[in-house]
């Protein structure tokens, strides 16, 4: 059984990889930069962007420090990553994608519940 995805603070309706992406969408669009998906195993999918860059965290469970996609030779440091409770982040461009490559993968893991074969991602546990 391929595992459902709802957005937390949205509806608890599961959502559509496509849906998901617009969710996503039309956050950024309103200002809403960290978007946390929750599946019906529980795990969680973190996505945090600055609109350019995106940190795409995949966690197994509550208090699993995860694993996350990278962008190997991507150099530099980005900021403008506002969390929910309006904290901004900076990360190394290497830690995070670029913001059509996060979308993909989002789809991809509400679509199938694992990262795409051609992904680069680190395990931080």
Do not use: C, K
Request: charge should be negative; aromatic fraction near 6%; glycine fraction near 8%.
């Amino acid at each position: 059984m391929i595992e459902s995805w709802v957005i937390n603070d949205d509806s608890p309706v599961p959502v559509s990889p496509a849906v998901a992406l617009e969710a996503l969408r039309s956050r950024i669009a309103s200002g809403q930069l960290e978007t946390w998906l929750t599946s019906s195993s529980g795990r969680s999918l973190a996505f945090v962007t600055n609109t350019d860059r995106a940190m795409v965290i995949l966690l197994e469970e509550e208090g699993d420090p995860g694993e996350h996609a990278v962008d190997p030779g991507a150099e530099g440091v980005s900021d403008g990553f506002v969390l929910s409770n309006g904290e901004g982040d900076e990360y190394p461009d290497e830690d995070t994608a670029p913001i059509h490559e996060a979308f993909e993968l989002v789809e991809h893991i509400v679509g199938t519940g694992s990262w795409p074969a051609d992904t680069r991602w680190v395990v931080d546990r």
